[in-house]
């Protein structure tokens, strides 16, 4: 299996910060890497595929980058909305796994 | 716009069978490249990848259920279903299903609990 390392687990901002999330594969998965974005009682929204491309109606604030093992989701300015957890998750193998999961909080 | 809908009881007995179905609305299963998957999320938990189908027919299960899941496809009824045999309390969670390589369309979610 390959295993998917978030950090950090819990992240507290403020309002117009730049946030970073780092995700780590244990091999490589090339640029198969999907970033959601997850608020209490919904599903997951994608926000990031195939590591640096936007999801349909997804703000310009959100950006991924990375490939290989190594993976970044940066909010360039925190908005109240996206107050919220994010998970990465590879699709390289037909074996999926998710990151554990990162919360950001309200600082 | 595809959307999905996720159904089935919301209790279930230890020791038995959880089958849940999919209901895929705004497009045909079998007009299209289907990938249809399920993961579920424990109680103040994480997501967990169940299972996945593909569209030729095969399916890939997450190692730690490959033993106690099923996962298969009705394209006259435009659904996709899981059977997850054996539950105990350990399988109480949101049960989701969702759409392509990278899960881009989700169903609501549907709460399953095991419990006598």
């Known amino acids: 299996d390959i295993q998917m390392t978030q950090s950090p687990s819990t992240l507290s901002a403020s309002v117009g910060d730049r946030v970073t999330i780092t995700c780590r594969a244990s091999?490589?998965?090339?640029?198969?890497l999907a970033w959601y974005q997850q608020k209490p009682g919904k599903a997951p929204k994608l926000i990031i595929y195939?590591?640096?491309t936007l999801g349909s109606g997804v703000p310009s604030r959100f950006s991924g980058s990375g490939s290989g093992t190594e993976f970044t989701l940066t909010i360039s300015s925190l908005q109240p909305d996206d107050f919220a957890t994010y998970y990465c998750?590879?699709?390289?193998?037909?074996?999926?796994?998710f990151g554990q999961g990162t919360k950001v909080e309200i600082k | 716009q595809l959307q999905l809908q996720e159904s089935g009881p919301g209790l279930v007995k230890p020791s038995e069978t959880l089958s849940l179905t999919c209901t895929v609305s705004?497009?045909?299963?079998?007009?299209?490249?289907?990938?249809g998957g399920w993961i579920r999320q424990a109680p103040g938990k994480g997501l967990e990848w169940i299972g996945s189908?593909?569209?030729?027919?095969?399916?890939y299960y997450n190692p730690s259920l490959k033993s106690r899941v099923s996962i298969s496809v009705d394209t006259s009824e435009n659904q996709f279903s899981l059977s997850l045999f054996a539950v105990t309390a350990a399988d109480t969670a949101v049960y989701y299903c969702?759409?392509?390589?990278?899960?881009?369309?989700w169903g609501q979610g549907t709460m399953v609990t095991v419990s006598s």
């Open positions: 189908m593909y569209y030729s027919g095969n399916t």
């Open positions: 705004g497009g045909s299963i079998s007009t299209t490249n289907f990938y």
């Open positions: 998750q590879q699709y390289n193998t037909y074996f999926r796994t």
């Open positions: 195939k590591a640096s």
């Open positions: 091999q490589s998965i090339s640029r198969w």
């Open positions: 969702a759409w392509n390589d990278a899960f881009d369309i």
